[in-house]
């Protein structure tokens, strides 16, 4: 436990380089928060935290299928990032 934050109710890792929980409030672009429901390795917490501090967030994505190491897999992952990017953002 040395070394680890205690953002939430399980700490984070000491050897997190990218402690995105502390730094999100200086983006001041949009974010789009993905994260899969069956992740082991990064709770589902941690994005809903993201969420909160965030200073310009659009509805997150949560997969229900997805873990950690799979979600790049899932369909509606890709078409929502789509989204983002051709409304939210409004690029073509």
């Not at 070394?3 to 672009?29: Q, S, Y």
């Not at 990064?42 to 659009?58: N, S």
């Given at each position: 436990?040395?070394?680890?934050?205690?953002?939430?109710?399980?700490?984070?890792?000491?050897?997190?380089?990218?402690?995105?929980?502390?730094?999100?409030?200086?983006?001041?672009?949009?974010?789009?928060?993905?994260?899969?429901?069956?992740?082991?390795?990064?709770?589902?917490?941690?994005?809903?935290?993201?969420?909160?501090?965030?200073?310009?967030?659009v509805?997150?994505?949560?997969?229900?299928?997805?873990?950690h190491?799979?979600?790049?897999?899932?369909?509606?992952?890709?078409?929502?990032?789509?989204?983002?990017?051709?409304?939210?953002?409004?690029?073509?």
């Amino acid at each position: 436990m040395i070394g680890r934050k205690k953002h939430l109710n399980k700490p984070t890792c000491c050897m997190d380089r990218f402690v995105t929980i502390d730094k999100i409030h200086e983006v001041e672009i949009p974010i789009l928060v993905i994260h899969g429901k069956e992740d082991k390795t990064v709770p589902i917490e941690h994005g809903e935290l993201i969420c909160q501090k965030a200073v310009t967030t659009v509805p997150p994505e949560w997969v229900p299928e997805a873990a950690h190491d799979n979600i790049e897999n899932c369909r509606e992952v890709w078409k929502r990032i789509r989204r983002f990017v051709k409304v939210e953002l409004k690029m073509k």
